[in-house]
């Protein structure tokens, strides 16, 4: 008499989920191989097929610091604090730049990954972030320029130089935080993307890079500060510069409103998530 033997299959279920649970935040970890994969993809084809390759991360802030140099701080006459204005508005250019590629490129990535999206699952969120983290590349290329500068100009780093990571991580926390919400909102309204450089150029002026944050009053510094980029910048001139007056509120105040923007935008990303491969 032959016995049937049932052999165990492992059973794997999938279930949307909803807010910040531990679950989610597993998951994220179990893909940290897959975020590896998907940073590397994401700067290989950002240079491919490229005459001047990594040559734009270079370009691309110091064209703008010259064309500030002429004129805000040879025709307008902008202050900078005491420093070169040239080395002044590179130093704010640089997270600026990070902020502004990895913003556009988080708030576009689902849109531009909708075929994977729609084939296999894994944390999407996975997505933005590579685009986000992808930016570092140009930062630290360009960050060389800066050295630079700062060796022509005889400006060397003041001891607050090791706070600078902490501005990296605030510039990254910032455009992530706000390309989640853009990312999810751009699957149902593809019109987001058409703002979105118009929000950049926009945002350039409202940040203190061709100006200083001491033009604003003292009283109304503080909201400011209200545009998280406001206190990154500043941070950066006080920690590289030895600007004569630190960040403080108005960097407490952008501490606060990344914070705000990062919650609340991994909550509706993981609200909406479950109906991205509906509607992308």
């Known amino acids: ?79 900078s604090d ?32 909708q075929n994977l999206v729609t084939k296999v699952y894994f944390p999407r969120m996975l997505i933005p972030i590579a685009a986000v983290v992808a930016g570092l590349v140009d930062f630290m290329i ?15 780093p003041t001891p607050s130089a090791v706070a600078l990571p902490l501005f990296v991580v605030m510039v990254l926390m910032a455009a992530f935080a706000i390309g989640i919400w853009l990312s999810a909102l751009n699957v149902k309204y593809r019109d987001v993307r058409y703002t979105i450089p118009f929000l950049t150029q926009l945002w350039l002026f409202l940040t203190p890079i061709a100006y200083p944050a001491s033009l604003v009053p003292d009283v109304w510094r503080p909201l400011l500060g209200l545009n998280p980029m406001a206190g990154v910048v500043e941070g950066f ?31 509706y990303f993981k609200r909406t998530e479950k109906f991205f491969a509906d509607i992308i």
Do not use: H
């Open 82 to 113: 005491g420093i070169p204005y040239p080395i002044f508005a590179y130093c704010a250019l640089l997270p600026w730049q990070l902020f502004a590629f990895a913003l556009t490129e988080s708030s576009n990535s689902l849109v531009a990954n």
């Open 142 to 156: 360009a960050f060389v320029i800066l050295i630079g500068m700062m060796f022509f100009y005889g400006t060397t």
């Open 237 to 267: 001139r006080w920690a590289l510069l030895g600007t004569t007056q630190g960040p403080g509120p108005l960097l407490w105040v952008s501490i606060v409103v990344v914070l705000i923007l990062l919650v609340s935008g991994i909550f």
């Open 1 to 79: 008499m032959k016995q049937s033997v049932e052999t165990a299959i492992p059973e794997i279920v999938i279930q949307p989920s909803s807010g910040w649970s531990s679950r989610f935040l597993k998951e994220l970890w179990s893909g940290r191989e897959l975020l590896y994969f998907l940073v590397w993809r994401d700067i290989k084809v950002r240079y491919k097929q490229t005459a001047l390759g990594a040559a734009w991360a270079v370009l691309q802030p110091f064209l703008t610091m010259v064309v500030f140099s002429i004129f805000f701080g040879q025709l307008a006459k902008v202050p």
